[in-house]
């Protein structure tokens, strides 16, 4: 997504709604405290190294991803300032589904008419759709967000506002680390700790990324072919049925409020997704 609507706190394979459930485990990840400046920060966080090991990440992996890791006060900014999604539809959808991103969608749906051939055959989400997403998101690829996820996540985290949710998403991430699809140095994103080219927090990473080029790892940042299929895959996970239509009070409609809950948001999305539809 632009700088206009990141992120209804958050969004779709972001945290607000897709991610995978917050489960039962949140309550032993739970470091003790939280706060609301950064004079407790550096407790809080060996509470929480101590909490994940607990969980099985490896020390190694700690030392590696939570090494200078600091409370981020543009982070907290980011996350109390969303009053964008209050805006009407027409406004909002007005800022986003513009000609110049309807061109780049249409361009893009072409040069990747293949792949997009291939994810729907697999998870029945039509391109047009992906294509939506993709460009809302960050503009095609083209602005994943430059915070560093361990440190934006860290710091929601100890933030008593969500402590407990971010505090998995955290831990999530750093099973990505574990897992070794990426390095903490890899994992930039947005201000909540979204990854990659459609926005994926650590959670539906874990749950519903794919390696659909083949070459052995899951990478939503660099490989487009990854991304689109693994939000495909987020999708279909969530209901997506399909050639049934996605346009409010459509059986589809309800997938994307499982990608973000902001109804204006996911109107956006159908919006974009049946312009550029229309236009093949």
């Known amino acids: 997504m632009n700088r206009l609507s990141r992120r209804v706190a958050t969004s779709g394979a972001s945290l607000v709604v897709g991610a995978a459930s917050l489960c039962l485990c949140a309550a032993a990840v ?31 992996t700690l030392d590696a991803a939570l090494a200078g890791v600091a409370y981020d006060n543009k982070v907290i900014g980011r996350d109390r300032a969303q009053g964008v999604f209050r805006l009407s539809f027409d406004k909002f959808s007005s800022r986003l589904v513009t000609p110049r991103r309807l061109s780049k969608g249409r361009a893009l749906l072409q040069r990747h008419a293949a792949l997009l051939q ?15 997403i993709w460009g809302l998101e960050t503009g095609f690829g083209a602005d994943n967000g430059r915070f560093k996820t361990i440190g934006a996540l860290a710091t ?116 974009l997704a049946t312009k550029l539809s229309d236009a093949q």
């Open 30 to 60: 739970q470091a003790a405290s939280c706060g609301s400046s950064a004079a407790g920060f550096g407790a809080w966080l060996d509470e929480f190294k101590h909490a994940a090991l607990a969980q099985g990440v490896s020390q190694r």
């Open 156 to 271: 929601l985290a100890y933030d008593c506002r969500r402590s407990a949710q971010f505090q998995e998403e955290l831990l999530d991430a750093l099973k990505i680390v574990e897992r070794g699809d990426m390095s903490p140095a890899q994992m930039r994103g947005d201000w909540a700790g979204e990854i990659g080219q459609t926005q994926f927090m650590p959670s539906s990473y874990l749950a519903y990324a794919v390696d659909f080029d083949g070459d052995g790892r899951r990478d939503l940042i660099r490989s487009t072919a990854d991304a689109l299929a693994s939000t495909a895959n987020f999708l279909k996970g969530k209901g997506w049925r399909t050639g049934a239509g996605w346009n409010e009070g459509e059986p589809n409609f309800a997938v994307f409020l499982e990608w973000n809950k902001a109804r204006v948001y996911a109107k956006t999305i159908a919006l």
């Open 118 to 132: 291939r994810i729907e055959a697999r998870y029945g989400v039509p391109g047009s759709v992906l294509v939506a």
